[in-house]
């Protein structure tokens, strides 16, 4: 059963920078596209980025040039460094398998604030 454990949340200024990270365990990482998801409230969940097995990325449009997704398969982690951060950006950050099926797992989340 695969697990995944996300930190790196905190409160920020607009304009300020964090890094997420997501650990993965439980499966053969290295096989896996992954993703990052973030749910604001009352809002639905939406993609953020994703990371093919080869490295390849997407992004939301909203986040072009200001996020970056990674990969370190040694690690079996996944990273997302956030830049020039919005107030839009605040919700609770997750990671998944990418693309997901149903009964893919979540981590428990890690929650991004932007305010001043």
């Known amino acids: 059963q695969v697990q995944l454990v996300e930190s790196g949340g905190g409160l920020v200024q607009p304009g300020g920078s964090l890094t997420l990270s997501c650990v993965v365990s439980g499966g053969t990482f290295s096989l896996y596209g992954m993703g990052w998801w973030r749910q604001a409230p009352g809002m639905r969940r939406e993609g953020v980025a994703g990371?093919?097995?080869?490295?390849?990325?997407n992004y939301l449009d909203s986040v072009k040039g200001r996020f970056t997704i990674s990969r370190d398969n040694a690690k079996n982690t996944v990273y997302l460094q956030m830049n020039s951060l919005k107030p839009g950006d605040t919700g609770v950050y997750y990671c998944s398998k990418n693309p997901r099926l149903a009964d893919d797992p979540w981590g428990q989340g890690t929650q991004v604030t932007v305010s001043s």
């Open positions: 990371i093919t097995q080869g490295g390849e990325t």
